[in-house]
T-cell receptor
Framework: EDKVVQSPLSLVVHEGDTVTLNCSYE??????LLWYKQEKKAPTFLFML????IEKKSGRLSSILDKKELFSILNITATQTGDSAIYLC???????????FGQGTRLTINP | DTEVTQTPKHLVMGMTNKKSLKCEQH?????MYWYKQKAKKPPELMFV???????INESVPSRFSPECPNSSLLNLHLHALQPEDSALYLC??????????????FGSGTRLTVV
């Protein structure tokens, strides 16, 4: 059965800290891994990763995929209170019609 | 227009009511999805429509009835729901299936409370 596990489940840090969120997966015929940020309502898209070792960056956020060890990390540097959210990792097997989500990491940034 | 629009944003309904959730996108996406999300849990897939045809039904109870009248609209008809059906209902779309190549665009959700 396809499975995505995120860690930690919950993380509380101070503004300005750097955080690393983890996502490991077991999936048949992996095709892509996606990161989403969810605040009060809809998840918003952050990154799609398909190739190992190529870092994707957007401002203070970056992510990388390791297809050999079957995991991805999401880094956030110089965190701000607006980064407080649930971060969801999802993978899609090749040809599958749906995403398989992890449980999410609830990140809280205290001022 | 790069959004998925869901209405209503909030809905409170009794167990004997019939109501509908609506989802609309004008991005030309041909795959649309309904997800249910309980508090502190990830979204769970309910239905997938591809080219206006039901492609996946994840063994959802018949009190939830999806409908795709055209390529831009997706409805979820609700009847005789239970309090445990209270959740955030998310609609999503992707250009095509499989979403692996494209990812999803999510709507802002309908927060449903069944009393």
């Amino acid at each position: 059965e396809d499975k995505v596990v995120q860690s930690p489940l919950s993380l509380v840090v101070h503004e300005g800290d750097t955080v690393t969120l983890n996502c490991s997966y077991e999936v048949t015929n992996f095709r892509s891994l996606l990161w989403y940020k969810q605040e009060k309502k809809a998840p918003t898209f952050l990154f799609m990763l398909t190739s190992s070792g190529i870092e994707k960056k957007s401002g203070r956020l970056s992510s990388i995929l390791d297809k050999k060890e079957l995991f991805s990390i999401l880094n956030i540097t110089a965190t701000q209170t607006g980064d407080s959210a649930i971060y969801l990792c999802a993978v899609t097997p090749q040809g599958a019609q749906k995403l398989v989500f992890g449980q999410g990491t609830r990140l809280t940034i205290n001022p | 227009d790069t959004e998925v629009t869901q209405t209503p944003k909030h809905l409170v309904m009794g167990m004997t009511n019939k109501k509908s959730l609506k989802c609309e996108q004008h991005m030309g996406h041909r795959a649309m999805y309904w997800y249910k999300q309980k508090a502190k849990k990830p979204p769970e897939l309910m239905f997938v429509y591809s080219y206006e045809k039901l492609s996946i039904n994840e063994s959802v109870p018949s009190r939830f009835s999806p409908e795709c009248p055209n390529s831009s609209l997706l409805n979820l008809h609700l009847h005789a729901l239970q309090p445990e059906d209270s959740a955030l209902y998310l609609c999503a779309s992707s250009p095509q299936i499989p979403p692996a190549n494209y990812g999803y665009t999510f709507g802002s959700g309908t927060r449903l409370t069944v009393v």
